[in-house]
């Protein structure tokens, strides 16, 4: 998301940040086929490292996209009730896999699906803010 912000010239108008729902790998880097992935791609992932959904982003962020059916169940039932309605699918009415057990394929697979969504979430937010 990071990347199409840049690349629009719009990062100026958007804090943009990635969480898990768990606090699992919290302080680590992405896993290095998801680095090899992106990078193949011309995205850096060298900046970004893990951390837990915190209950103050239900309040910081406009919006807060879930990966899975599972994470969005989670992340609504966490919320407090006045910021759930800004919880929804990254990929409406699909999942997006997590490719941790899979292969290479798994991952060129799951970008692609990241690729689509964060660009058509960074075209509802220019529509949304009138921004060029």
Wanted: aromatic content about 10%; charged content about 25%.
């Amino acid at each position: 998301m990071r990347h199409l912000a840049d690349a629009a010239g719009l990062s100026d108008y958007f804090m943009i940040d990635s969480a898990g729902i768990q606090a699992f790998h919290a302080g680590e880097v992405p896993d290095a086929r998801s680095i090899k992935t992106a990078k193949k791609r011309g995205v850096c992932l060298k900046d970004q490292t893990a951390r837990a959904l915190a209950q103050d982003d239900f309040e910081n962020f406009d919006h807060i996209y879930a990966m899975d059916h599972g994470h969005f169940t989670h992340m609504r039932n966490k919320a407090p009730d006045v910021f759930a309605e800004k919880i929804t699918l990254f990929l409406p009415g699909q999942d997006v896999p997590d490719p941790w057990y899979g292969n290479d394929a798994g991952f060129d697979k799951v970008y692609e699906l990241i690729d689509k969504g964060a660009a058509a979430i960074l075209a509802a937010l220019r529509k949304e803010h009138n921004l060029p």
